[in-house]
């Protein structure tokens, strides 16, 4: 989507948005933002207080219900609500009979998962309905009956499922945070209509399905996210019952998501995420961490139970540490979303519209603007004009269409635009490496980028309840890739491409092209390479990134290694091998051209595979170029194929609860066939992302640009002398140019014109004692450096001594020298 399909522009959205002011202190009018004072709250009720502020942060506030578009989305609301209130059949095990929750042999097998979900898909329509009864301009507000519709089923839901008396079946999620969750968002919002006993019900169900117990112990499903979310329903249900210890230990309950984790699921110091144990997380349930912390904060902020542990200074932090560098323009990156990724257009009955990288990234987004109300002046002005930056950039995903955020964090967006005292702020650059979880970003004024690994600590990929079926090779060394004028605005992983794209083909892969089965290799997170060399080394501007890679259920193996510069990616492969008796291809690119794109492909100045369904093969490739894109550079020439195809897919093959309605989009794919059953078979390509053809030709003439110094199962290393940037991996002790190391390690050198250079070491395998660093450059002294350096000695030469790296969890290891 584009703003000029919108049906309104953001240019009348912002005209709207300063009309009610920067501050969400002003409050529209009806129950939507009732106040304390129009609910008859005294002075010293403080579980009142907290009540009506739960309801202003659900409901929002300081919008415009007549204006766009809000209009629109509240009037859809009254129209889905309306629905839900005509459809509504109460029955023995159901409320809709198209929602029967009644299980007639409940377990937690699959069926029953099947069971508890319709429960929560139930509470998830009353609740809907619920809203379309408090908010304003959706044609439902404080209508009789609907009133009476609701409490009928909170009443026929209480009695059939969700009470003090049953027991839990199927997915321990639905009835420990889904059904709860969305049964207390009710309350709330018809507090003034419930009877005593009604709401005692509901108290007594939610204590029975969520004892204090489940939070007596920061491990197993009661941990990062889940464990925010399961706080959120203690407080809740505190705050209705009035409870001070109920609520207290929410607050309490809260304190272990803190501190940073060394293994397992939480955050970690180097800025990774991690949930169900091996899996990058982010951007999905990164994001409910986010969104539930930003809430707790704001709703127990200056009350009795306010969050005061020091610790929330960490996740603070991680906004910008953690956060930040996974979005772009608006998206979050789909290589920390996990299984989210093939949730592109789900069935079902709820408001929810089709979910991509940008609706992520945009919840994260609206997310960080309200856990700013909670952060110091300092962070919240940062955060404030990062968040307008990541909106105004964002060409795909026009926020101020609406389609992405729900009224109450759209009323926060709205305000935000609304202000012109705060700046945009452009994307910060440079490079930032996550050993904890296999990951790298890449940030320069020309382009963005990310590669996902995997090792024995985290999945290739995570496939579980039916959803990503056939991310296999996501954790295989994809490369993805955007550019400032990416003409697609962003959208190359957006626009229907996961159900589209062939799987064995995604870009920056090596992979074996043997037939995988949906969820090969287990659920949750099962599928892991054994092997433990994942990661790189950074000075914060460059990075030489590498993977030891290993084939889901396959023989191949691989080294791979890419070598981030400020306008370009070096991308080495060697070592290639396999034995499962098919071909073994290594994917320079799998662009997504959209549902008719015609984009241009040149390869060598002359135009290839400019057909549909064409294949090219180039037996000495030096350069191609894809119009809108970028260009790509062989220095050593290449076998190349080339292919133009149409594929069309559903998100119903990638995720059983995605729609069955077919997907068609264009592609370019360019490919290095390593053929059936390669030994030590290697490639070498630079990426230009946004490079037009004729800068694409200029750097494949010159042929000096970079150095390729090694590119064998030992070592691969590059020297680009414009940049005075020597990066080796030493995947093996060895000497490559003017460095010599005598343990495995991964080695970058950047020599400065002021006459400093910066020597960075890092240990990916975790596994290196001690180790010697020898390189043959005139030194003339070390100013500064780590304390895993134990002798630094200078002269004709620099030599480093290391002491033991095993703890310092791959991070770089940064030395700084004068040259002679």
Request: aromatic fraction near 8%.
């Amino acid at each position: 989507m584009t703003s000029s399909s919108l049906p309104w522009s953001r240019r009348a959205f912002l005209a709207s948005s300063a009309a009610v002011g920067a501050a969400l202190t002003v409050a529209a009018p009806g129950p939507a933002v009732a106040g304390a004072a129009a609910v008859g709250v005294a002075d010293d009720d403080e579980f009142a207080r907290l009540r009506v502020k739960w309801r202003t942060l659900y409901l929002g506030e300081g919008f415009s219900p007549t204006a766009e578009p809000f209009r629109s989305k509240l009037a859809t609301l009254g129209e889905q609500a309306k629905g839900w209130q005509d459809a509504m059949a109460p029955a023995a095990g159901s409320l809709w009979p198209d929602a029967v929750f009644g299980d007639p042999d409940p377990n937690t097998d699959t069926e029953s998962y099947g069971y508890s979900e319709k429960m929560q898909t139930s509470y998830e329509r009353v609740r809907t309905m619920a809203e379309a009864f408090c908010r304003p301009g959706t044609g439902l507000t404080g209508d009789a009956s609907l009133r009476t519709a609701v409490l009928g089923a909170v009443d026929h839901l209480g009695a059939q499922v969700f009470n003090a008396s049953r027991k839990q079946y199927g997915n321990w999620y639905n009835f420990q945070i889904g059904a709860p969750q969305r049964l207390l968002d009710i309350c709330v919002l018809m507090y003034e209509h419930l009877s005593a006993a009604q709401l005692t019900a509901a108290i007594e169900a939610v204590d029975h399905f969520v004892p204090d117990s489940l939070v007596a112990s920061y491990s197993g499903t009661s941990t990062g996210a889940n464990r925010i979310d399961l706080c959120r329903v203690l407080a809740l249900r505190g705050i209705l019952g009035g409870t001070a210890a109920k609520v207290a230990l929410a607050r309490d309950a809260v304190s272990p998501v803190f501190p940073y984790v060394t293994s397992g699921d939480g955050l970690y110091a180097d800025g990774s995420l991690i949930q169900h144990t091996y899996v990058p997380y982010t951007g999905s349930y990164g994001a409910v961490l986010i969104d539930g912390l930003s809430r707790l904060f704001a709703l127990l902020g200056g009350s009795t139970w306010a969050i005061t542990d020091s610790g929330r200074q960490i996740f603070l932090e991680s906004v910008e540490a953690a956060y930040a560098p996974f979005l772009h323009d608006g998206l979050s990156m789909d290589n920390v979303a996990g299984r989210a990724i093939s949730r592109g257009l789900l069935t079902g009955d709820t408001l929810k519209v089709q979910q991509d990288d940008h609706s992520r990234g945009h919840g994260i987004i609206a997310s960080i603007l309200l856990l700013g109300q909670g952060a110091s002046a300092e962070e919240n002005t940062r955060w404030r004009a990062l968040a307008k930056g990541w909106f105004t950039r964002d060409r795909y995903s026009d926020v101020t269409a609406g389609r992405t955020l729900g009224v109450a964090a759209l009323s926060r967006v709205a305000a935000l635009l609304g202000d012109t005292a705060v700046k945009a702020a452009p994307e910060p650059v440079g490079h930032r490496l996550f050993p904890s979880m296999a990951r790298a970003t890449h940030r320069t004024s020309r382009f963005t980028a990310s590669v996902s690994m995997a090792s024995k600590a985290i999945t290739f990929y995570e496939n579980g309840n039916g959803e990503n079926l056939r991310g296999w090779h996501t954790g295989s060394g994809m490369l993805s890739w955007w550019t400032a004028g990416d003409r697609a605005g962003g959208g190359q992983y957006s626009d229907g491409f996961w159900p589209t794209v062939d799987p064995y083909r995604l870009p920056g892969t090596t992979v074996s092209r043997k037939t995988l089965a949906d969820g090969e290799g287990g659920a949750w997170g099962a599928p892991r390479p054994a092997t433990t060399w994942v990661g790189g080394a950074t000075d914060g501007t460059y990075a030489a990134v590498a993977q030891d890679t290993r084939g889901l259920s396959s023989t191949l193996r691989a080294r791979k290694a890419w070598f981030f510069l400020d306008d370009a990616v070096v991308c080495l492969g060697a070592g290639i091998t396999s034995t499962d008796g098919v071909g073994v291809e290594s994917v320079v690119d799998a662009r997504n051209l959209g549902a008719s794109g015609t984009a241009r492909l040149t390869v060598d100045g002359r135009t290839r595979a400019a057909t549909l369904g064409s294949n090219s093969t180039i037996a000495d490739a030096r350069w191609a170029h894809l119009a809108g894109h970028g260009g790509y550079v062989f220095p050593a020439g290449a076998a190349l194929t080339a292919l133009r195809t149409e594929r069309t897919g559903t998100w119903r093959s990638i995720n059983g609860g995605g729609s069955a309605d077919p997907v068609t989009r264009r592609y370019v794919t360019l490919l290095t066939d390593h053929g059936t059953d390669p030994a030590d078979a290697s490639y070498a390509y630079v990426l230009l992302p946004g490079a037009d053809a004729a800068r694409t030709a200029a750097r494949a003439a010159d042929r000096g640009w970079v150095d390729i110094g090694s590119n064998t199962g030992a070592q691969q290393g590059v020297r680009v002398r414009s940049l005075g940037l020597t990066s080796v991996v030493f995947w093996e002790p060895g000497t490559v140019g003017a460095v010599t190391v005598d343990a495995p390690l991964v080695v970058q050198i950047r020599e400065r014109r002021d006459g400093t250079a910066t020597v960075c070491v890092s240990d990916p395998n975790r596994a290196v004692k001690a180790a010697t660093l020898v390189w043959r450059r005139p030194v003339r002294s070390v100013t500064s450096k780590p304390g895993s350096v134990t002798a630094a000695t200078p002269g004709n030469e620099l030599r480093l001594t290391f002491g033991d790296l095993t703890g310092a969890g791959g991070l770089t290891q940064k030395v700084t020298v004068k040259l002679r």
